[in-house]
T-cell receptor, first 112, second 115 residues
Framework: SQKIEQNSEALNIQEGKTATLTCNYTNYSPAYLQWYRQDPGRGPVFLLLIRENEKEKRKERLKVTFDTTLKQSLFHVTASQPADSATYLCALVRSSASKIIFGSGTRLSIRP | DAGVTQSPTHLIKTRGQHVTLRCSPISGHKSVSWYQQVLGQGPQFIFQYYEKEERGRGNFPDRFSARQFPNYSSELNVNALLLGDSALYLC??????????????FGPGTRLTVL
């Protein structure tokens, strides 16, 4: 069955360091991969989308990579700040489907 | 501009009851999707509607149904509630039909508790 795995435990990072979150998938061939941020009690907020033919995407202090051979995406937050503390979700979708599959998320904590 | 709005914010029901959740998309957005998010898990896709037509359905029983109105607002209905239906129900809107691979805008959700 299709499976998406994100960092199994919460990630605790010192302010100013780079946080790297992992999204691995099996039995799936996504055409697109998205990353969202979710704060407690709120809906997810879209951050970045990367297509299967793109290796890397950047937006301000965020960088996403997509390796379809390894079936993995890495999400980097550079120069991390306490305000970056949140749960980050990866989501996969095939081009032929309207259905989107989310991972369970990784809780990132940035300590001052 | 107003974002996606959902009502009610919180809801408590008992097993066997029926519930209707409502969503108003961002003005100009014609696509609405519904998700169920259980505590500690990621959102799980339930339905997608575009121009009042169902465009996608997740692996949920027939107790779950939805519709989209001419003004693009949407309702999610759940019949014969079970304890396991307790979750945060999220609505997301998008301006285009291919909502899954375009940016989606999520509402704050409706927290449903089934006792």
């Amino acid at each position: 069955s299709q499976k998406i795995e994100q960092n199994s435990e919460a990630l605790n990072i010192q302010e100013g360091k780079t946080a790297t979150l992992t999204c691995n998938y099996t039995n799936y061939s996504p055409a697109y991969l998205q990353w969202y941020r979710q704060d407690p009690g709120r809906g997810p907020v879209f951050l970045l989308l990367i297509r299967e033919n793109e290796k890397e995407k950047r937006k301000e202090r965020l960088k996403v990579t997509f390796d379809t051979t390894l079936k993995q995406s890495l999400f980097h937050v550079t120069a991390s700040q306490p305000a970056d503390s949140a749960t980050y979700l990866c989501a996969l979708v095939r081009s032929s489907a309207s259905k989107i599959i989310f991972g369970s998320g990784t809780r990132l904590s940035i300590r001052p | 501009d107003a974002g996606v709005t959902q009502s009610p914010t919180h809801l408590i029901k008992t097993r066997g009851q029926h519930v209707t959740l409502r969503c108003s998309p961002i003005s100009g957005h014609k696509s609405v999707s519904w998700y169920q998010q259980v505590l500690g898990q990621g959102p799980q896709f339930i339905f997608q509607y575009y121009e009042k037509e169902e465009r996608g359905r997740g692996n949920f029983p027939d107790r779950f149904s939805a519709r989209q109105f001419p003004n693009y607002s949407s309702e999610l209905n759940v019949n014969a509630l079970l304890l396991g239906d307790s979750a945060l129900y999220l609505c997301a809107s998008s301006p285009v039909a291919g909502a899954s691979y375009n940016e989606q805008f999520f509402g704050p959700g409706t927290r449903l508790t089934v006792l």
